[in-house]
């Protein structure tokens, strides 16, 4: 029996962070995912979502424009549907280090200082967190000194880049030893002052298998390069981050870069494949766009709530992983044409997403039990995350009908009791289906 789903989109109820820094020091390595031990120090046990100054503004900030955008993050109903952090990225300092050796403030940018731009935004209910590959001070040597500076300014997120590397016979150390440093600078200074951890992001592209070792220094760590408003870009790395999501669990998440929604040349459906993708994979989500320009579109994906949910469920903290590839043969990697069929565990049943690479409408059909999450021999009610729609019940297969090119569908399945009796085939799968006496059912 087939479940048929026409594919639409219904109109999205909008009813109702992190300033960032980098240590001044990018290939990716083979697909080896080996989950270790997270750093649960209690912070980050989920996605970090918020606002990131970068994608829309690079270095042309001030504290006008970042106050502007927290209290937009408000008026628009973002921080109301889980929005916290609010990101500065690069471009806040002087050039140069003060006589005593401590990072200063822009004098010009932030002329009321940095102190007083966090106690604005806190006042707002956000957080703040830090970063600079912009030319700007780096922490090597300094983690401590500057750790404590970003704390006395209302800090309480630090993405650390990977830029301008000292010497080898310098640094003496690989990349886990870079990292190391200010993580323990962190902990180091959270013990001595009493006060919470920083959100510690890794941003150094996925060198040397970060997925295999971010998760006990930090609570995020990047995994490709930089990300462009662009479906090349996404296929690229919903492609990479498909081999390696058994690195994500709770306080520990493969960062797939900040969100170009609103940016750039993204369709509509690109734009819904992006966000899903991102949140179904629990992938921080800082948003990137001018939000005093954002259109209501834009703002409908990310303020999605049942997406939402997903990337922040307190009680399953694992991703989305592939099941099938779909028009590539299964475990090919392809960075134009990534995986089309996921699904995982969540507090709230099965989630599926179904990812259109096409360049075409297309339908898109899957049996339920090729995901490991589903029972045989069951029936399951079938909710929509983008039409937020009930549609039915799926029994053994379900089939989503014109799926747009570069669309998704993202599926939330229950189980609904037994399948129907006298269903023919006996087995969904037919590969060594067998009667009680051992006899093939084909």
């Not at 989950?35 to 979502?49: I, R, S, T, Y």
């Not at 401590?102 to 967190?129: C, E, P, W, Y």
């Given at each position: 029996?087939?479940?048929?789903?026409?594919?639409?989109?219904?109109?999205?109820?909008?009813?109702?962070?992190?300033?960032?820094?980098?240590?001044?020091?990018c290939?990716?390595?083979?697909?080896?995912?080996?989950?270790?031990?997270?750093?649960?120090?209690g912070?980050?046990?989920?996605?970090?979502?918020?606002?990131?100054?970068?994608?829309?503004?690079?270095?042309?900030?001030?504290?006008?424009l970042?106050?502007?955008?927290?209290?937009?993050?408000?008026?628009?109903?973002?921080?109301?549907?889980?929005y916290?952090?609010?990101?500065?990225?690069?471009?806040?300092?002087?050039?140069?280090r003060?006589?005593?050796?401590?990072?200063?403030?822009?004098?010009?940018?932030?002329?009321?200082?940095?102190?007083?731009?966090?106690?604005?935004?806190?006042?707002?209910?956000?957080?703040?967190?830090?970063?600079?590959?912009?030319?700007?001070?780096?922490?090597?040597?300094?983690?401590?000194?500057?750790?404590?500076?970003?704390?006395?300014?209302?800090?309480?997120?630090?993405?650390?880049?990977?830029?301008?590397?000292?010497?080898?016979?310098?640094?003496?150390?690989?990349?886990?030893?870079?990292?190391?440093?200010?993580?323990?600078?962190?902990?180091?200074?959270?013990?001595?002052?009493?006060?919470?951890p920083?959100?510690?992001?890794?941003?150094?592209?996925?060198?040397?298998?970060?997925?295999?070792?971010?998760?006990?220094?930090?609570?995020?760590?990047?995994?490709?390069g930089?990300?462009a408003p662009?479906?090349?870009?996404?296929?690229?790395?919903?492609?990479?981050?498909?081999?390696?999501?058994?690195?994500?669990?709770?306080?520990?998440?493969?960062?797939?870069?900040?969100?170009?929604?609103?940016n750039?040349?993204?369709?509509?459906?690109?734009?819904?494949?992006?966000?899903?993708?991102?949140?179904?994979?629990?992938?921080?989500?800082?948003?990137?766009?001018?939000?005093?320009?954002?259109?209501?579109?834009?703002?409908?994906?990310?303020?999605?709530?049942?997406?939402?949910?997903?990337?922040?469920?307190?009680?399953?903290?694992?991703?989305?992983?592939?099941?099938?590839?779909?028009i590539?043969?299964?475990?090919?990697?392809n960075?134009t044409?990534?995986?089309?069929?996921?699904?995982?565990?969540?507090?709230?049943?099965?989630?599926?997403?179904?990812?259109?690479?096409?360049?075409?409408?297309?339908?898109?059909?899957?049996?339920?039990?090729?995901?490991?999450?589903?029972?045989?021999?069951?029936?399951?009610?079938?909710?929509?995350?983008?039409?937020?729609?009930?549609?039915?019940?799926?029994?053994?297969?379900?089939?989503?009908?014109?799926?747009?090119?570069?669309?998704?569908?993202?599926?939330?399945?229950?189980?609904?009791?037994?399948?129907?009796?006298?269903?023919?085939p006996?087995?969904?799968?037919?590969?060594?289906?067998?009667?009680e006496?051992?006899?093939?059912?084909?």
């Amino acid at each position: 029996m087939v479940s048929t789903q026409p594919y639409g989109t219904a109109p999205v109820d909008l009813t109702p962070g992190s300033f960032e820094f980098s240590m001044h020091m990018c290939d990716l390595a083979s697909f080896s995912p080996v989950p270790v031990d997270a750093l649960n120090n209690g912070v980050g046990k989920l996605p970090a979502l918020g606002y990131n100054t970068w994608n829309a503004y690079g270095c042309n900030i001030d504290e006008d424009l970042v106050l502007e955008s927290a209290q937009l993050m408000v008026s628009l109903g973002l921080q109301a549907v889980g929005y916290e952090y609010v990101n500065i990225d690069d471009c806040y300092a002087e050039k140069n280090r003060s006589a005593s050796g401590d990072i200063v403030a822009d004098s010009v940018r932030f002329a009321h200082g940095m102190k007083n731009l966090t106690d604005q935004i806190h006042k707002l209910g956000f957080d703040s967190g830090w970063f600079t590959c912009g030319g700007y001070p780096g922490s090597f040597q300094n983690e401590l000194r500057d750790a404590t500076t970003f704390q006395d300014w209302g800090f309480d997120y630090l993405k650390f880049d990977n830029c301008a590397i000292p010497f080898d016979d310098i640094i003496r150390e690989g990349m886990i030893g870079k990292y190391t440093r200010m993580s323990d600078a962190l902990a180091q200074l959270s013990q001595s002052s009493g006060q919470p951890p920083f959100l510690f992001s890794l941003c150094q592209w996925g060198w040397e298998q970060v997925w295999l070792w971010g998760s006990t220094l930090g609570h995020s760590w990047r995994v490709t390069g930089d990300i462009a408003p662009e479906w090349d870009s996404l296929a690229l790395i919903i492609n990479f981050n498909s081999f390696i999501t058994q690195a994500t669990d709770f306080y520990g998440h493969n960062d797939m870069d900040m969100l170009q929604l609103g940016n750039g040349g993204l369709t509509f459906d690109e734009a819904k494949s992006h966000f899903t993708a991102w949140a179904l994979m629990k992938s921080p989500l800082l948003i990137g766009t001018n939000l005093s320009a954002i259109t209501l579109d834009i703002l409908g994906i990310l303020t999605n709530t049942e997406i939402l949910a997903i990337n922040q469920d307190p009680v399953v903290g694992k991703s989305i992983s592939p099941f099938r590839w779909g028009i590539n043969p299964d475990w090919t990697s392809n960075s134009t044409s990534p995986a089309q069929y996921y699904s995982g565990p969540s507090e709230n049943g099965t989630v599926f997403m179904l990812l259109n690479t096409l360049n075409e409408t297309s339908d898109m059909f899957f049996n339920l039990t090729e995901s490991p999450w589903i029972r045989a021999g069951r029936q399951y009610s079938v909710r929509d995350l983008w039409t937020h729609t009930d549609n039915g019940t799926a029994v053994r297969n379900f089939t989503a009908v014109d799926v747009p090119p570069h669309g998704v569908v993202a599926l939330l399945l229950n189980d609904a009791g037994d399948e129907p009796a006298g269903i023919f085939p006996p087995c969904a799968v037919w590969f060594n289906c067998a009667y009680e006496n051992g006899t093939a059912a084909n």
